[in-house]
């Protein structure tokens, strides 16, 4: 996996209110500082665009923190949706980024065995 793929540029959208601590700007200052984001800069006074490591953190987790801080999210559907999606892409990702994993390779002396389930383990599972 190329080193471009570690990263992620997503826009988080906020909540609409008149109170600036809870506005993007806010939610820039709290982000700036935590290892694994790379940028966090307003977008718009509603929304924040964050770059982030995959090895470090989530979407998930930086919305959780968002949330922690009392920012509240746009919950629309459309936005829940697409925060969806993303949590799913980046599960995906990070389970990719651990499979290719030097030490979980075959090395060439190694004979790399396919596992065949068993029959009976299946039966006994579903009942």
Known sequence: MEDADRYRCRHIYLKQSDDLELQAHAACAALANLEGILLAAPHSEHSVHVVYSLDTLSFELVIELLMELNFEMDNSFLM????????????????????????????????????????????????
Not at 81 to 90: A, I, K, P, S
Not at 106 to 121: L, R
């Open 80 to 127: 829940s949706l697409r925060n969806t999606l993303y949590c799913y892409l980046e599960d995906t990702a990070r389970d990719k980024m651990q499979i290719e994993a030097p030490e979980d390779q075959p090395s060439d002396n190694e004979s790399a065995e396919i596992p065949h389930p068993d029959n009976d383990q299946y039966w006994e599972d579903y009942h």
